[in-house]
């Protein structure tokens, strides 16, 4: 069986290194992450399952580490696999592997290259992404595509479910695709970049609510960064803090005010935007009394 050094981390990594250990893939040495203690740690570990296959697994500050390509030098794998690695690889690591390197990117690529593919695909309303296979090239996201596989994002879905869901596609479009690799059969598309589009990281603060805009966008805004992730938030006129958890869409609903005005119905919260769409917050929390708050002002920073 051919060799390989996986370069691992998060639920996609895990699923990914079970996928080669169970096609008998001779994995060397496995590089990951030390784990952020400011991070909320909701995946399983990659040195863990490295630990239970007595693998090496190795953290190293950076991809560039001299001691890392001297290490891999000594190894000569046939592959180097990236499973939602952090890092990009430098062109002198990926020259390594004899029969290629290829990445686990979490969108249908060319769409969504870059960061948090699939919190971006949930904040533009996308009805579907997936998880692609790409052969790494110097220039992020970008080289010729060996796999795909496509999953559904449904409109009340949140980030974490579709995360869920590409993690299976990250596991299925590898196990298709792993003995045409092997056998150096493996078909190649190139990516037409052109078609696709790029996005960057995305930081806590992205997720203040701007409520100028459409039910719609503040829904998905919700969805895109609801927990794990940081989650979607404004603050009040008063000062205190809303944190928006969990919202429903209410096409029947009339909104009952002229300007976005936060209100309750009985048990039911519900917010007024400003395209007169109208939605329920299924999940909130802040200091707020429940009487009706105007959000007009409450612009994004």
Known sequence: MPSAVVFAYHQVGVRCLAVLLAHGIEVALVVSHEDDPGENLWFDSVAELAALAGIACIKPSS???????????????????????????????????????????????????????????????????????????????????????AVPILPDDRAFDVMVKVTVAAEMALDAVLPALIKGEARETPLDLAAGSYFGGRRPEDGRVDWRQPASDIHNLVRAVAPPYPGAFCTLPAGSSLRLLRTLRQPQRVPKHHVPTLYCEGETVLADCADGGVLRLLEWEGDWDRQPVQLALQLAA
């Open 63 to 149: 991809a560039r580490d001299p001691d890392l390509a001297q290490r891999m030098a000594a190894i000569a794998p046939d592959f180097i696999f990236s499973f939602y690695y952090r890092s990009m690889l430098p062109p002198a690591l990926l020259a390594l592997a004899r029969r290629g390197a290829y990445n686990m990117h979490g969108s249908l690529l060319p769409k969504y290259r870059g960061r948090a593919p699939v919190n971006w695909a949930v904040l533009k309303g996308e009805r579907q992404t997936g998880a692609t296979l790409h052969r790494m090239v110097e220039k992020p996201d970008a080289g010729a595509v060996v796999a795909q596989q």
